[in-house]
């Protein structure tokens, strides 16, 4: 059985992705910030995959991706990022060119989240990160973090 982090303060988007994952037999762990899914996270327990907002409540998602990387259970977890940022096409494209897949959840869909679990499990022998959108002041950041 596979088994899923979603880390999202937002009760209705941890709630949302926990209805599509179950019915397909996912087992889904829920935390509500950063400094509980680092509290879940120090339990060992191995995920397949972890939903991540990184506008969080006392530890910021980009924090626990941090510890998360560092954590030998689940250094290699692949990771969809949840945050609002529009990015140009050329920024898209160089993300994609290495390994970074978006979903928006401006315009999260039900299909697009899970299209987005199929492509994690379709490629589980590569490392990777997604993305799902939520905040324009991180575009920056984000773009920083991983064009370099």
Do not use: Y
Not at 95 to 124: H, M, P, W, Y
Request: hydrophobic letters at 45%; glycine letters at 8%.
């Amino acid at each position: 059985m596979k088994h899923v982090l979603v880390i999202d303060d937002n009760l209705m988007m941890r709630r949302l992705i926990t209805s599509i994952l179950q019915p397909s037999g996912i087992l889904v762990t829920a935390a509500g910030d950063g400094e509980e899914a680092v509290n879940v996270l120090q339990r060992g327990q191995k995920f397949d995959a972890i939903f991540l907002d990184l506008i969080l409540p006392s530890i910021s998602g980009w924090d626990v991706l941090k510890i998360l990387r560092a954590d030998t259970v689940n250094a290699d977890t692949h990771v969809v990022l949840m945050t609002g940022v529009s990015f140009s096409i050329e920024d898209k494209e160089r993300l994609r060119s290495k390994g970074v897949t978006f979903l928006e959840k401006g315009t999260f869909t039900v299909d697009g989240c899970r299209q987005v679990f199929n492509e994690i499990f379709a490629e589980s022998a590569k490392d990777g990160l997604c993305f799902a959108d939520h905040s324009q002041d991180m575009q920056a950041t984000m773009s920083e973090r991983f064009l370099g």
